[in-house]
């Protein structure tokens, strides 16, 4: 028995009164997940999520005529774009799992390649026809890091938000944390840094969601540690971050 999801995108003309399926996706073998959706000034749709062992994403020309602009093999449905963004000047970029490393194993006689997955960051500057990766992270190597958001405040500055997994300790002692993570570029994606690493309560987990400016230049992270609702800002975008909301 399978039980495949369906790829979706639905759009009103109207202001929300009628709607139709502008794009849709469905293999009865396989899975699909439109994660996340945004537009440029021209008005076309870019619509970032999983399609199968794919990370995938699609274009629809002035909210129309969807096709797949990016699409490369990561291993399933935990993996690929999760997150999308469309920035006026530098580019349209995605972020989600995908491949970070890679490291040849040996067995006997024989020799595997094995994969590491991680965050990663791409980004198009000619409205999807190219990708190229502008940021690999993980934590600790074999652990899960996974963005979530991306978002830029009123001085260009790009935002990518999520979590990660750390590893301390060996053997019988060691222990894993998770940690809320927004990571910084101030040229356009070309590097980035982690400016907030956070952990409210040891271990639970940290689900970091969504990021917003405001138009004072005040940022804004939403998410869940313990199952706590947690908001986190930075007054004016220059300062440290602390949480205004648990």
Known sequence: ????????????????????????????????FANSIAADGAGNVYVAGIV?????????????????????????WDTGALAIFVHPTAGIF?????PISTNTVKSGKTVSTVVYYGWVVRRSTDGGAT????????????YQ????????????NIYVVGSGITVSGTGKYQTTSS???????????????TVDDFQLSYPWNNFVTAFAADANGNLFVAGSVAGNWIVRENPGGNGSWQTVDN
């Open 145 to 156: 890091t996974v963005p979530r958001g991306i978002g830029a405040d009123a001085h260009d």
């Open 131 to 142: 990708w190229s990766t502008v940021d690999r992270f993980t934590l600790s190597s074999g």
């Open 179 to 193: 940690h809320w993570l927004v990571r910084k570029s101030g040229n356009g994606g070309s590097s980035w840094t």
């Open 1 to 32: 028995t399978y039980n495949p999801s369906a790829w979706f995108v639905r759009g009103s003309g109207d202001g929300g009164v009628i709607w139709s399926t502008l794009d849709f996706i469905s293999d009865e073998y396989e899975y699909a």
């Open 94 to 98: 995605a972020a989600g799992v995908g």
């Open 52 to 76: 199968g062992d794919s990370w995938v994403v699609r274009k629809g020309t002035a909210g129309k005529n969807f096709s797949t602009v990016e699409a490369f093999r990561t291993t399933g």
